[in-house]
């Protein structure tokens, strides 16, 4: 079961959050053998992501990096999304580590 956790974007900022992942006795998870994925969307239901993530992890560190840069979240419209990560191993099986809701706030500063 994935944790909930809900992040914010601030529109026309560079955007990142570090995600620890750990086994079950909250050691660091080896994510050597891992590829992760994220992606935004307006509801469950949307067809196409507001926004993917770019996604990086440091090995047997168990950390997550997403990022997103200022070129694309100065077009995001501000409001609620949903969002997940999810990992999957070289064996192919896919686990989602987090979801929630990815909250866009307004950019007032225009340069």
Sequence with gaps: ????????????????????????????????????????RKN??????????????NGIGGQIVLSLPKSETVDLEPGRYLYDVEMTSSAGDTTRVIEGIATVTPGMTRI
């Design 1 to 40: 079961m994935a944790i909930k956790a809900n992040i914010v974007i601030d529109q026309g900022a560079d955007f990142e959050a570090i995600i620890d992942v750990v086994d079950a006795e909250d050691n660091p998870y080896d994510l050597s053998n891992h590829t992760i994925a994220s992606q935004m």
């Design 44 to 57: 469950y239901a949307a067809a196409s992501a507001a926004a993917t993530f770019t996604c990086a992890h």
